[in-house]
Nanobody, 121 residues
Framework: VRLVESGGGLVQPGGSLRLSCAAS????????MGWFRQAPGKEREGVAT???????SYADSVKGRFTISQDKAKRTLYLQMNILKADDTAMYYC????????????????WGQGTQVTVSS
């Protein structure tokens, strides 16, 4: 399984970015997919997850601002990020897990290389 993120960059506070994650190397429906982030000196944290049935979950810090979605035909996962804040600055990772258990966890099996998001004026 290969996950390749794109779409990161430098944005001013209040701005928007859309991250993409192109997935390949599997033919089944991946039960869990998600976006995670890690800021310097901090632990990796979950940002948003998408369950196979379409159920989504978000960290409290991004609720109402971020939206996770998927284009199954293109095997691409997205994270639309609006009203960005300095605290959103981090390396963002796409992840996927083939296990049929809850998706709100961080021990996913497959990870992308990450894309940097920097929110600064």
């Amino acid at each position: 399984v290969r996950l390749v993120e794109s779409g990161g960059g430098l944005v001013q506070p209040g701005g928007s970015l859309r991250l993409s994650c192109a997935a390949s190397g599997y033919t089944y429906n991946m039960p869990c997919m998600g976006w995670f982030r890690q800021a310097p000196g901090k632990e990796r944290e979950g940002v948003a997850t998408l369950k196979w049935d379409g159920t989504t979950s978000y960290a409290d810090s991004v609720k109402g601002r971020f939206t996770i979605s998927q284009d199954k035909a293109k095997r691409t996962l997205y994270l639309q990020m609006n009203i960005l804040k300095a605290d959103d600055t981090a390396m963002y990772y796409c992840a996927a897990d083939p296990r049929w258990v809850g998706c709100q966890r961080t021990n996913y099996r497959y990870w992308g290389q990450g894309t940097q998001v920097t929110v600064s004026s």
